[in-house]
């Protein structure tokens, strides 16, 4: 299985991106599906994560009412938009989904970063 991720970029304060990851491979299923980030101190954190049971979705106390999180669960995709978006929230965000498969059960799997710089 592998996670594509999409969609950083630069921009100004106040302004908006989407993200966008998708997951490929042969049979799998999909635990939850979200988004993280890594910030340049190196702390890693949790943005928003899509669980599949129970239909729940999370959210950083930070980013609650700018970002949402949606999922196509047919497509295998999961976006993060980005509004109203402040200079903290410069980081390198990755997608990371904990995914069962035949062979190995169920593991977590990283996409690879996309860089968010948000500044003027």
């Known amino acids: 299985v592998q996670l594509q991720a999409s969609g950083g970029g630069l921009v100004q304060p106040g302004g908006s991106l989407r993200l966008s990851c998708a997951a490929s491979?042969?049979?799998?299923?999909?635990?939850?599906i979200g988004w993280y980030r890594q910030t340049a101190d190196n702390q890693r954190e949790l943005v928003a994560i899509?669980?599949?049971?129970?239909?729940?979705?999370n959210y950083a106390d930070s980013v609650k009412g700018r970002f949402t999180i949606s999922r196509d669960k047919v497509k295998n995709t999961v976006d993060l938009q980005m509004n109203s978006l402040r200079p903290e929230d410069t980081a390198v965000y990755y997608c990371?989904?904990?995914?069962?498969?035949?062979?190995?059960?169920?593991?977590?799997?990283w996409g690879q970063g996309t860089l968010v710089t948000v500044s003027s």
């Open positions: 899509d669980i599949t049971t129970g239909n729940n979705v």
């Open positions: 990371k989904a904990n995914i069962w498969t035949p062979a190995r059960g169920s593991q977590d799997y």
């Open positions: 491979g042969s049979t799998f299923i999909i635990n939850n």
